[in-house]
């Protein structure tokens, strides 16, 4: 019976999974359309000749000056040169004209769009030091947004659900994942984050997963975040670094307001490789030409759907299942830095519980 027991959670938990990497990936096309579709804009007003630009019928009509002809007064002035002098000087300016241009590089050329190869990048220690929802919790508990009643219980069940593993109810940890936004407008959050992203997370981007990031963005391809952390907030972090967009955890919103639960599951583990192979679906991507970047160990499901897995500051568990499966290892940190940062990756894994552990940090200084 608890064989049974057992073989039924994990089909549960694959198919909130799923459920969780579809509408994912959903929105991540979604927002990434509405962002091209306002960067380009709409169409120029039309300014009637004659008026400014706004339309005023009493401003004063530019009117284009007659040319004035200043060749007798220079004739007075300057003795004009031979034709033939004329002549040398102008063949030597051309010839300099044209040496310049030879040195002078011209302006870019435009990069052929590589429409079926792509790169995705998990967030917390790979692409920012520590947890993107630490920081924004940070962010938020700056503003009042917690309260230590409402989160001491979760925190607790978090730290045993995330660092623990015992996932005991299925359906709880899911239900008080994001239970902290209940009742806000996604437009408030989406502002706060935009100050909480200059404040606190703009400087912890890693450089070298920068790069990384940017050398696909030149070959054409396109560059995602792929993050448990909230699709709203994971995509305005993805356009502040200039990447094509990101898979995050969706938390359902009616009219516009966070009611606190999730669409299926966090975009964790098994939920990130649904939402690459959806997102893969729907822009038509070839998953052999793609590459994956990560640092836990959780996300081998993902680092494993690709053609190409990198390992980022992996953690103890990364490193080993890199090495075996010979798998590119890049840390950009240092003995005892890169053993520290270790114990918040884990933390990480669980956003909220991030969140929880700033809150309660908040209300003791």
Known sequence: MALWRGKDKNRELERLAAMAGEASAEAAVSLEHARTTADDGGPEPD???????????????????EPLDVTAELAESVDIENGEAAAEKGQAAAAAAEKLAEDEPGPPQPVAPDLTAAAFFDVDNTMMMGASMFHFARGLAARKYF??????????????????????????????????????????????????????????????????????????????????????????????????????????????????????????GRAKAHAVRALAAKEGLNLKRCTAYSDSLNDVPMLSVVGTAVAINPDTGLRDVARQRHWEIRDWRTGRKAAKIGVPSVLGAGAVAGAVAAGLAYRKR
């Not at 009493?58 to 009117?63: E, G, H, I, L, R």
């Open 47 to 65: 300014v009637v000749p004659g008026t400014l630009p706004d339309g005023d019928p009493d401003a004063v009509p530019d009117v284009e000056p």
């Open 147 to 268: 309260t230590t009643s409402d989160l001491a219980g979760f925190a607790w069940q978090q730290v045993k659900f995330r660092v623990g593993g015992k996932e005991g109810d299925v359906g709880s940890p899911r239900e008080q994942a994001l239970s902290f936004v209940a009742g806000r407008s996604v437009e408030e959050l989406n502002q706060v984050g935009e100050e909480i992203y200059d404040e606190l997370m703009a400087d912890k981007i890693w450089s070298g997963t920068k790069a990384l990031a940017q050398m696909h963005l030149d070959m054409g391809q396109r560059v995602w975040l792929v993050t448990a952390t909230p699709v709203e907030l994971a995509t305005m972090i993805a356009r502040r670094l200039g990447l094509t967009g990101a898979l995050g955890t969706v938390a359902e919103q009616v009219d516009g307001v966070y009611t606190g639960r999730l669409v299926g599951d966090l975009l964790h």
